[in-house]
């Protein structure tokens, strides 16, 4: 089973930067898509941003321009770079990644544990 191990959260004043990052812990895998989602209280849980192993990007409208999605394939880490962080950003981040066990070919998703972020006004 692979293991996303979220760190990086945190509270930030209007306008500060914060770095998240996610590494996957586990045996005999690979890793296609890993991406950011986030909740507040009472809502859906909803896309941040992905990014495949060959480096494609997708953002939501909310957070293109101020946020940048990297990753590192060989340490299996994903990192979320925050800039010009907005109230609204607040939520918990939760870590997401798509692949497959070798051998077999088997399918997974896997969830981090999620990480607070909070940006005051």
């Known amino acids: 089973q692979v293991q996303l191990v979220e760190s990086g959260g945190g509270l930030v004043q209007t306008g500060g930067s914060l770095r998240l990052s996610c590494a996957a812990a586990?045996?005999?895998?690979?890793?296609?898509?890993m991406g950011w989602y986030r909740q507040t209280p009472g809502n859906q849980r909803e896309l941040v941003t992905t990014?495949?192993?060959?480096?494609?990007?997708n953002y939501a409208d909310s957070v293109q321009g101020r946020f940048t999605i990297s990753r590192d394939n060989g340490k299996n880490t994903v990192y979320l770079q925050m800039d010009s962080l907005k109230p609204e950003d607040t939520a918990v981040y939760y870590c997401?990644?798509?692949?497959?066990?070798?051998?077999?070919?088997?399918?997974?998703?896997?969830w981090g544990q999620g990480t607070q972020v909070t940006v005051s006004s």
């Open positions: 997401n990644a798509n692949g497959y066990y070798i051998p077999g070919l088997t399918e997974f998703t896997s």
């Open positions: 990014i495949t192993r060959s480096g494609i990007t």
């Open positions: 586990g045996s005999m895998f690979v890793i296609n898509v």
